[in-house]
């Protein structure tokens, strides 16, 4: 993950994100040292009439709240560099170097599109924008004004057409991808073919830095489009109705996987909303576990306010029975939603999970550190211990275990590994 840092007098001010200046001195280094960079631009389309309708500050927290989307978004899904930047108004860019096709690089903007796309609280209603985003693959030989001068001109272009969401800087329209039909053979084929590869982030106790366990992160090793994450492997089940097949397929082979970790290492699975629409995900997420051999007692589910919106109570049943077995749970990127606190009386809770965006600024910045602190100050209440994601330099990591946090996980210790990776760092 590549982000400017958070003393660099060019981020912007509102949002954190690095300001276009930033941009164009990255993407130029990016391009001197020969990479393939790719781009895109994301307008919201008629955001003045945002300020109109709520005032101007509704319309700062909509921005803001937009940048964290686009960074969590950037960060779960592209593993080589980006940088993530606010280019005025109601744009922003995200630049990439991970290698990638041309189609993937469109189901990449299609996804983000998506996120962006949902609802936003607002102190005078809901707020619901339309994003829009032109697209490039840089040129051989193309320097960075020229990219963003292109970028821009296709965005204007793109705006002015209602209905149109997507476009390509080059003046050629969004290619149709691949259909339903054929995605949802992939994804059967991809299934039966092993091709859904499982990566275990490695996860340390914040007092001792050991090693404690690690969430699974399932990735679509796509023969066409390329490298697919866990959110667009996701989107493209839930357009074929395949989830709940695929989460069952996750989690045995993370539960398989997990079977020859030494010690008492935990594993963490993720839930997803189509699971919990099941009404026997509890009793068959059960026998899943049983049939395993996996002690239960070591293994945590991660669920997040998305996946709760539809009906707590059913989630909390689900859990209470789940909980039973010694199953734990994590409220997982806590701070990035709505923040609904009746989610931590209803359900069997034993992890707060911070989402990155809680930690980011909390070595610089007094009031991200005060935030910080009262959340741990409510979970130590509540007896809930604080696990932190995204820790990627060691002021964080040592402030996080000042504070109480019980445990970490982020590159400053490592990326996501592949089964024998991790299992070889679990025996070193």
């Known amino acids: 993950m590549v982000q400017a840092p958070a003393t660099d007098p060019a981020r912007d001010a509102l949002t954190g994100l690095a300001g276009r200046d930033a941009a164009r001195t ?11 960079v790719h781009a895109m631009l994301v307008g919201l389309r008629r955001f003045d009439a945002v ?60 996804q983000l599109l998506d996120g962006l796309a949902r609802p936003i609280a607002a102190a005078g209603g809901t707020l619901r924008l339309s994003p829009r985003a032109a697209l490039l693959r840089g040129l051989e030989g193309e320097g960075a004004d020229s990219m963003l001068d292109r970028l821009g001109h296709a965005l204007e272009l793109l705006v002015a057409q209602p209905g149109r969401r997507l476009a390509w800087a080059d003046g050629e329209g969004t290619r149709a991808g691949r259909s339903a039909a054929q995605l949802e053979a992939d994804l059967l084929q991809a299934l039966d073919r092993d091709e859904i590869e499982v990566l275990f982030q490695p996860q340390y106790a914040c007092a001792s830095d050991r090693l404690i366990g690690a969430e699974a992160l399932a990735r679509w090793n796509h023969p066409t489009l390329g490298r697919i994450g866990a959110g667009g492997l996701f989107a493209i089940a839930e357009r074929t109705d395949h989830v709940p097949q695929l989460s069952r397929h996750i989690a045995r082979i993370a539960l398989t996987a997990a079977t020859r970790w030494p010690g008492d290492l935990r594993l963490s699975l993720n839930v997803t909303p189509n699971d919990l629409a099941a009404g026997d995900f509890g009793v068959s997420f059960a026998a899943l576990v049983k049939a ?30 789940l909980a039973a077995s010694g199953i734990k749970f994590a409220l997982d990127d ?16 034993d992890y707060l999970k911070l989402d990155r965006s809680m930690i980011e600024g909390v070595a610089t910045d007094p009031r991200d550190l005060a935030v910080l602190r009262a959340i741990i100050a409510m979970a130590r209440a509540l007896g809930l211990q604080v696990v932190v994601e995204g820790v990627e330099n060691e002021a964080q990591r040592l402030l996080a275990g000042a504070e109480g946090c019980f445990a ?20 070193a």
Do not use: M
Request: hydrophobic share 50%; charged share 20%.
């Open 334 to 349: 806590f701070g990035a939603g709505f923040c609904n606190f009746r989610y931590l009386k209803l359900l069997p809770l």
């Open 51 to 110: 300020n109109l309708a709520y005032g101007a500050a509704a319309g700062d927290a909509a921005l803001a709240e937009i940048a964290n989307r686009l960074k969590h978004f950037a960060g779960d899904e592209l593993d080589g560099g980006w940088l993530a930047v606010r280019s005025g108004g109601g744009q922003f860019l995200l630049l990439s170097t991970e290698p990638c096709s041309r189609e993937r690089w469109q189901l990449v903007a299609a």
């Open 408 to 427: 970490y996980q982020g590159f400053l210790r490592s990326p996501p590994l592949a089964a024998g990776a991790f299992l070889t760092d679990a025996i």
């Open 292 to 321: 395993s051999r996996f002690p239960a007692w070591r293994l945590t589910l991660e669920v997040t306010e998305q996946v709760l919106l539809a009906d707590v109570a059913a989630a909390a049943t689900a859990f209470n029975g």
């Open 26 to 36: 990255r993407l130029a280094e990016w391009l001197a040292e020969g990479a393939q």
